[in-house]
């Protein structure tokens, strides 16, 4: 009689243990059908190639603009003869409020540009113009004239690489 009580108990835990997976299985295979079924379809997003360049265009006269306004005869005027030294020192250097707020301008201007989505021919453009404007700002950070000098040869290039940034 104890021996059936103990196969008895022994059928009954298995029974149950066999239970619990069995409804397990059933539970997670619910809900990774269910996971399945609330995934979004994914569309494809087709782009207007041509209204694409036209904005990027736009955005970049637009950005230059503002670049030629309000940074580059700020960092043109700082060409340093050694004889006038003492002079610029005194006249022609920024303060550092100006600094500061030349160096927002910088950032403001790249950071628009960064934003940019460049069409597939005009990455190298879009390249040296975000590093063209990287040097810039570290120029004005650093003071260091080689940065002010690649910046600007940078910004040259890219200009005379593309015909309708001159217009």
Same mark, same amino acid.
């Given at each position: 009689?104890?021996?059936?009580?103990?196969?008895?108990?022994?059928?009954i835990l298995a029974l149950s243990i066999v239970l619990i997976v069995y409804?397990?299985?059933?539970?997670?295979?619910?809900?990774?059908?269910?996971?399945?079924? %609330?995934? *979004?379809?994914?569309?494809?997003?087709?782009?207007?190639?041509?209204?694409?360049?036209?904005?990027?265009?736009?955005?970049?006269?637009?950005?230059?603009?503002?670049? @030629?306004?309000?940074?580059?005869?700020?960092?043109?005027?700082?060409?340093?003869? @050694?004889?006038?030294?003492?002079?610029?020192?005194?006249?022609?250097?920024?303060?550092?409020?100006?600094?500061?707020?030349?160096? %927002?301008?910088? /950032?403001?201007?790249?950071?628009?540009?960064?934003?940019?989505? #460049? *069409?597939?021919?005009?990455?190298?453009?879009?390249? %040296? /113009?975000?590093? #063209?404007?990287?040097?810039?700002?570290?120029?004005?950070?650093?003071?260091? @004239?080689?940065?002010?000098?690649?910046g600007l040869n940078l910004m040259d290039q890219a200009r005379n690489s593309?015909?309708?940034? @001159?217009?």
């Amino acid at each position: 009689m104890n021996t059936r009580k103990t196969i008895l108990i022994f059928l009954i835990l298995a029974l149950s243990i066999v239970l619990i997976v069995y409804f397990k299985i059933i539970k997670t295979d619910g809900t990774s059908k269910k996971t399945e079924e %609330n995934l *979004p379809v994914q569309q494809e997003v087709k782009v207007d190639l041509v209204e694409m360049e036209n904005n990027y265009t736009e955005e970049v006269k637009e950005i230059l603009s503002e670049y @030629d306004k309000k940074i580059k005869n700020a960092i043109s005027e700082r060409v340093i003869a @050694d004889s006038d030294i003492e002079d610029i020192a005194t006249s022609s250097e920024l303060s550092h409020q100006e600094r500061l707020d030349l160096l %927002n301008e910088v /950032l403001n201007l790249k950071d628009r540009l960064l934003e940019l989505k #460049a *069409p597939t021919h005009f990455k190298a453009l879009h390249l %040296n /113009l975000v590093l #063209a404007f990287a040097k810039i700002e570290s120029f004005i950070a650093s003071q260091m @004239d080689e940065e002010r000098i690649n910046g600007l040869n940078l910004m040259d290039q890219a200009r005379n690489s593309q015909n309708w940034l @001159d217009e």
